[in-house]
């Protein structure tokens, strides 16, 4: 809103609806792209940690791999089960990726650049990805298929069970920095001394980077879809492009995850005062550089933790949940908030 | 703005719906979700009174409620649990053991 | 005006929705109606410059509650109830009771004063944001019913435990 919207003749309410559509546009082309080179990165970074090539058939070094993958699952055949519930068979794929494309508007990916500055953003990304666990559920009761339906059994208990750490976690967080906007949480964090919040949350952290794998349904915590034992649980019956929109949601809220993660404890597009006092040429990078620069790290994570652990059984991660991760966030919470309280 | 009066019909409707279901429906689930449309229909015009006269206190009557809903989910959840299991079913025609 | 069109909007949809989902035969598609109603009464909530409750509504009702209800619905196998008698022998005395319910609402109505207004202005709320003002309010004021909130969830927990659980040993 840098222009003169007068010089170019156009109401002001008018130019407002044209800068969020192309705003819009912006974040939904530049995550979607980032989605499908996700994919791409994560078979080449976990091929090398198991010492394989990854792919390399598609153009240099197979670069062109996400491309291919999207054509074929768009002209691949759509199968619908014959008793499926077919309304909700098809709207379960949708309501997935809507939840986690809608999450993005209120995400600050440099200074001043969010879709819409709401008050209670960080409560709105709770919302909707609470949301997105009823695409896998209906998914899973849609296809009438017993692998898919204890997929969507499972995937119901533990969306429950990792909702209240995932926002617990986050509280600490809200109680320093006094408010619940995500942009004035990194103005916040840039005031503060040690200029992240990593530092004085790091128990907040640990629990929220837990929680977000498993509301991602990434790998320790993949029971909905666990390969080995569900032949890949709730998206048994999909196929072609539906199974497409259900990986292009669980990215996206990777993706998601990884920016609250990094706009909450690791400072968002700033950096701590302490480095830009060592190295005061730092501070002429644009801000989205470092907010990339700090997500990449956050998704590299994910890849890592998946090469590296096997999944968890479902008591093993239900008791994870109840008795490890809810207290200790609770425990944050009370020593969060005693702590500013006696010491502001 | 919209007046105060329209938010007083669309709760005293809403909660007209919720209990239409609750009495009528024999589902014991859709009995429990009928309840939660008359909580609902409750919640809105208390926003709606806490708005029109300035008092956050209606405000914070709503997460009261939402509160004690989700206890009632819970306990009213676990009971038809329970029911399912001794029953086979959740009709509450069906389930007429009392009766002399 | 474009307000008062989001609210016929949202108001026309919550009811239609709600009647739908009173209505329905499979339980999973009256849960989703409900999902939608809480939805537009989100909407509502907007509207009245509420969106701290906006948000609790979505994340509770949406997010825990009706998850729960969905999570029930799958464990119990229902597949055999959509084909039974869905409403009660006496339901037109349902339709009677309600009707009447509606009059009487309308006839209180008539007589409704509103009360004295307070002090928390849409301005003052903006400005101190509305999840301050509400914690303010609540904390301070309402700090006994919201001690005593919490002892009902609690009673609800264990209750539920006790009851859902296969026996105790």
């Known amino acids: ?24 546009a912006v974040v939904v082309g530049a995550v979607m792209g980032h989605v499908a080179y996700a994919t791409y990165f994560e078979r080449k970074v976990i091929a ?20 291919a993958d999207g054509i074929k699952s768009f002209f691949k055949e759509d199968i619908i089960p014959t008793n499926a519930d077919k309304p909700i068979f098809f709207m379960a794929p949708i309501i997935s990726l809507m939840a986690a494309l809608t999450t993005l508007a209120v995400v600050p990916f ?69 408010s619940m906007n995500l942009t004035d949480i990194v103005h916040a964090q840039q005031k503060f001394p040690g200029g992240i919040y990593l530092v004085p949350q790091l128990i907040g952290f640990f629990v929220f980077v837990v ?20 032949i890949a649980g709730v998206f048994v019956e999909y196929s072609g492009m539906r199974y497409a929109l259900f990986f292009m949601a669980e990215y996206t809220s990777m993706i998601i995850m990884s920016s609250i993660a990094v706009l909450c404890f690791l400072g968002g597009w700033t950096l701590p005062a302490f480095v830009l006092k060592v190295l005061p040429f730092l501070g002429y990078v644009p801000g989205l550089v470092w907010f990339a620069l700090k997500l990449y790290a956050c998704i590299f ?41 006696w010491m502001p | 703005m919209v007046p105060l009066n329209w938010y007083i019909w669309l709760s005293a409707i809403l909660f007209c719906t919720g209990m239409f279901g609750f009495i009528t429906r024999r589902n014991l689930i859709i009995m429990l979700l009928s309840v939660e449309i008359m909580f609902n229909g409750v919640n809105v015009s208390l926003a709606a009174f806490s708005h029109y006269l300035q008092d956050a206190a209606g405000q914070v009557l709503v997460f009261i409620v939402i509160a004690v809903a989700a206890a009632e989910a819970a306990i009213g959840l676990a009971l038809v649990i329970l029911l399912f299991r001794h029953h086979e079913t959740i009709m509450i025609d069906e389930i007429n053991e009392m009766k002399g | 005006m474009i307000e008062k069109a989001f609210f016929l909007y949202f108001a026309f949809a919550a009811v239609a929705v709600s009647i739908i989902t009173v209505t329905r035969r499979n339980v999973m598609h009256a849960v989703l109606c409900m999902l939608l109603l809480f939805f537009h009464l989100a909407g509502l909530y907007l509207l009245l410059n509420a969106e701290f409750l906006a948000a609790v509504q979505i994340i509770i009702y949406a997010g825990a509650i009706m998850v729960l209800f969905l999570f029930v619905i799958m464990l119990l196998n229902l597949r055999e109830d959509v084909k039974k008698v869905q409403y009660g022998r006496l339901w037109f005395v349902g339709v009677i009771v309600v009707c009447g319910i509606l009059l009487a609402m309308a006839g209180a109505y008539v007589f409704m004063v509103p009360g004295q207004r307070s002090d928390w202005t849409i301005g003052r709320i903006v400005a101190e944001t509305h999840t301050a003002a509400i914690g303010q309010v609540l904390y301070t004021r309402y700090m006994f019913p919201f001690e005593v909130v919490s002892l009902i969830l609690l009673v609800a927990v264990i209750g539920a435990i006790v009851l859902a659980k296969r026996q105790l040993k």
């Open chain 1, 1 to 24: 809103m840098t222009l003169d919207h007068h010089l170019l003749g156009i109401s002001p309410q008018l130019w407002d609806i044209g800068v969020i559509v192309i705003k819009i």
């Open chain 1, 48 to 67: 090398r940690m198991q010492m394989r090539m990854g792919p390399m058939e598609v153009g240099p070094y197979g670069i062109l791999q996400p491309i």
């Open chain 1, 110 to 178: 440099f200074d001043g650049f969010v879709v819409s500055n709401v008050n209670v953003g960080l409560l709105f990304i709770l919302a909707m990805s609470s949301l997105g666990a009823y695409g896998l559920i209906l998914a899973g009761w849609a296809s009438n298929s017993k692998y898919a339906f204890l997929g969507a059994l499972r995937s119901s208990a533990q969306v429950i069970s990792y909702e209240v750490p995932l926002g617990l976690s986050l509280v600490g967080v809200m109680i320093m920095a006094g």
């Open chain 1, 211 to 230: 929680s977000a794998m498993a509301e991602t349904n990434r790998t320790p915590f993949d029971l909905p879809e666990a390969e080995t034992e569900l």
């Open chain 1, 301 to 341: 994570f994910y890849y890592w933790i998946r090469a590296t652990l096997p999944r968890y059984r479902y008591d093993q991660l239900m008791a994870i949940g109840w008795k490890v991760l809810i207290p200790l966030s609770l425990a944050n919470i009370v020593l969060t908030g005693f702590i500013s309280v």
